[in-house]
């Protein structure tokens, strides 16, 4: 059973930095799809990016150049850079795991979730 572990979250101001890891443990060589996702409290689970095996990346508008993902293959670790961080992207956020054959920012579509990491940004 895959195992994925965040970290990095915290408290920043507006318009700092903060990184996100994701560990993952268990993955099979058929893995192609992982992504981000956040919740702010009293909202559904939104899609922030995603990245294949191969490299291709998706984000959702609101953070189109401001957030990066990418992934250590050799590590099995997942990361978003965020930057310019928005009082609007304070929530949890977690890693999660796709469908083997296909890449998507819905939620349903994915079966595997780490618990997340807790992200507040202050004006």
């Known amino acids: 059973q895959v195992q994925l572990v965040e970290s990095g979250g915290g408290s920043v101001q507006a318009g700092g930095p903060l990184r996100l890891s994701c560990a993952a443990s268990?993955?099979?060589?058929?893995?192609?799809?992982m992504a981000w996702f956040r919740q702010a409290p009293g909202k559904g689970r939104e899609g922030v990016a995603y990245?294949?095996?191969?490299?291709?990346?998706m984000y959702t508008a609101s953070v189109k150049g401001r957030f990066t993902i990418s992934q250590d293959s050799a590590k099995d670790t997942l990361y978003l850079q965020m930057s310019s961080l928005k009082p609007e992207d304070t929530g949890m956020y977690y890693c999660?795991?796709?469908?083997?054959?296909?890449?998507?920012?819905?939620?349903?579509?994915?079966?595997?979730w780490g618990q997340g990491t807790q992200v507040t940004v202050s004006s």
């Open positions: 999660a795991l796709g469908p083997d054959a296909y890449c998507t920012l819905r939620p349903l579509d994915f079966g595997a």
């Open positions: 268990r993955l099979s060589s058929s893995t192609y799809c």
């Open positions: 990245i294949t095996r191969l490299g291709t990346t």
